[in-house]
């Protein structure tokens, strides 16, 4: 049975990879910051040499883009010396380990979307973290999968999340303008990491969702699927007093998934309306 270690599991993402595996076929060390730091490397190494897992993956991170650009020691310590001490662990169990990272390591000003083979260049401390964590798991891992994604939407606060509370509020409310991204559901992010890690297709990928769109069109879809009315207005990012500017252009291409033929992400808007189905039903 394999062993897997999901690291950030009460996050967006370690959630949804939770609720998506097999039990039977998997057995799962879940942890978050209340029972392990990963900065606190020596608690870390001891870990993984008590647990010994076949697979590490590490949605630990601090993504809170403002928190970032305020406290970047702490955005290194966890987003760079995190997934270094992780890495650490794999290399020395022999594990292979998934590294979650961002579209947020590119500048967001092509007019193309985004490959593997484009130079990385962030522009916030949130981006240039999360590429250091990128660099770490490279240098000290080969069996690695770094997944970077964009716009992702889960159980946690999201866009999506946030347009679903105005809504229920009745508030107004300002969408971010110029901003084009490929919104990615973390259950299908979840499907997708649970596919290659049971593969050798080691390196990095880009996962998103097919298609893209701007906030304004995400949340127009969002309130169609969900049957709900709210006032949308446009306001640019220095308006909403967002101390990091996101990558305007934040569209990745998934150029390795596609020319290796493993595995076909769905488009947005089927996603999305599995998401909001799942938020109604629940309640
Ligand atoms: N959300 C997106 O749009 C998006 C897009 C692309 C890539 N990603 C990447 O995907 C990964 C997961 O994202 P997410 O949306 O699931 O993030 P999330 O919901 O913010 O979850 C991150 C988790 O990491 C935990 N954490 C923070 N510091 C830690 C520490 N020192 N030790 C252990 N755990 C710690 C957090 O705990 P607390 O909540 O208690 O701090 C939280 O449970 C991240 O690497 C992120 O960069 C996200």
């Known amino acids: 049975m394999l062993k897997v270690w999901i690291v950030g599991s009460s996050g967006q993402i370690g959630t949804a990879i939770n609720e998506v ?33 076949n697979v590490i993956i590490n949605c630990a991170a601090i993504t809170d883009t403002a928190l970032c650009e305020k406290n970047p020691e702490l955005a290194y310590r966890v987003n760079a010396l995190g ?18 990272s961002t579209d947020d390591v590119f500048d967001g000003i092509a007019n193309h979307p985004y490959s593997e083979f484009d130079d990385t260049n962030p522009q916030t401390v949130y981006g240039r973290s999360k590429r250091a964590g990128e660099n ?35 508030e107004l409310f300002a969408v971010p303008v110029g901003e084009i991204g490929a919104p990615t559901s973390a259950k299908d992010l979840a499907r997708i990491i649970l596919h290659l890690i049971e593969t050798n297709e080691y390196g ?57 033929d493993v595995y076909d992400m769905p488009h947005w808007k089927d996603s999305l309306k599995e998401y909001i189905e799942e ?5």
């Open 21 to 53: 595996l097999d039990p039977m076929e998997i057995e799962v060390f879940d942890t978050d910051k209340n029972e392990l730091d990963i900065t606190q490397t020596d608690e870390v190494l001891h870990f993984g040499d008590i647990n010994r897992p």
């Open 83 to 100: 997934a270094r001490n992780l890495s650490i662990v794999a290399s020395k169990v022999g594990a292979k380990i998934v590294q979650l």
């Open 136 to 170: 770490y798991v490279k240098e000290f891992t080969h069996k690695h999968f770094i997944i970077r994604s964009s716009w992702v939407y889960g159980n946690g606060d999201n866009f999506v999340n946030r347009v679903l509370k105005a809504a229920e509020k009745r």
């Open 204 to 260: 990095t990928y880009h996962v998103t969702c097919k298609g893209s769109c701007s906030r304004y069109e995400l949340a127009k879809e969002v309130l169609k699927l969900a049957g709900k009315t709210l006032q949308l207005t446009e306001a640019s990012s220095v308006a909403l007093e967002q101390p990091a500017v996101r990558p305007a252009y934040a569209v990745l291409d998934n150029f390795i998934l596609r020319i290796i």
């Open 279 to 283: 938020r109604m039903v629940r309640g």
